[in-house]
């Protein structure tokens, strides 16, 4: 089979296309380096994935930031209390005060995670959905809600349903502006920041407290 045949609809292609999105959240960065390899492999631009230049990068850098932690603490301090999450994320309360597996983490949220998700659900799932079902409206919002749907779900077995429940928010808000703007630098950017205000909140021990910042 020729390589630009993974650009179709065969079932080789649709296979191929899966295991990209099923590898993506359990080897990060790994489903990044695969969904590029395969831009690479079968002729498509990065472009078309969303890796598209932006006209400032230290003005993309800045407002991902501001938007990642800004994101964040809106729904640690108001989104999940409103929904009954509890202060503390379980799954990450070894992090609190605990400098030695802070690298490590870091490491996986800014490349696992920002590079590495956003690259997967967003730029190879979009371009993939794309050319199978076209670029109307009606596929458009499909694809950003099946992307988010998929993307809550692969964060149940280690966050459990609230860090699935908030996976599933930041899927909407990210898949829609990916959705109206093709370009995943930004999304990388925030995505990063806000896993790394999340990691810091922990770290810091000030879960509890941003939690409880509206809602005493």
Do not use: C
């Not at 659900?121 to 409206?137: I, N, T, V």
């Amino acid at each position: 089979m020729p390589p630009e045949d993974l650009r179709g609809r065969n079932p080789v292609a649709v296979l191929a296309a899966l295991f990209i999105v099923a590898v993506g959240p359990v080897l990060e960065p790994l489903g990044a380096l695969l969904a590029i390899g395969w831009a690479r492999l079968t002729g498509t631009p990065l472009r078309e994935l969303g890796f598209v230049r932006p006209r400032s990068w230290a003005a993309t850098i800045a407002l991902g930031i501001a938007f990642g932690v800004a994101f964040k603490l809106v729904l640690k301090a108001v989104v999940l209390p409103l929904l009954g999450a509890p202060a503390i994320n379980a799954a990450y309360h070894h992090l609190a005060g605990n400098t030695a597996a802070l690298p490590g983490m870091l490491w996986l949220v800014i490349v696992g995670a920002g590079f590495g998700e956003e690259t997967v659900f967003r730029g190879f799932l979009f371009e993939r959905s794309r050319a199978w079902f076209g670029a109307g409206k009606a596929a458009l919002a499909a694809t950003v809600l099946v992307s988010s749907a998929w993307f809550a779900v692969v964060h149940i077995p280690d966050q459990g349903l609230y860090g699935a429940v908030q996976a599933g928010i930041v899927g909407l808000v990210f898949g829609t502006i990916f959705a109206v703007t093709r370009k995943l630098w930004p999304l990388i950017v925030a995505h990063a920041a806000f896993d790394v205000a999340a990691v810091f909140i922990i770290y810091l021990d000030l879960e509890e407290r941003a939690a409880h910042f509206f809602f005493g």
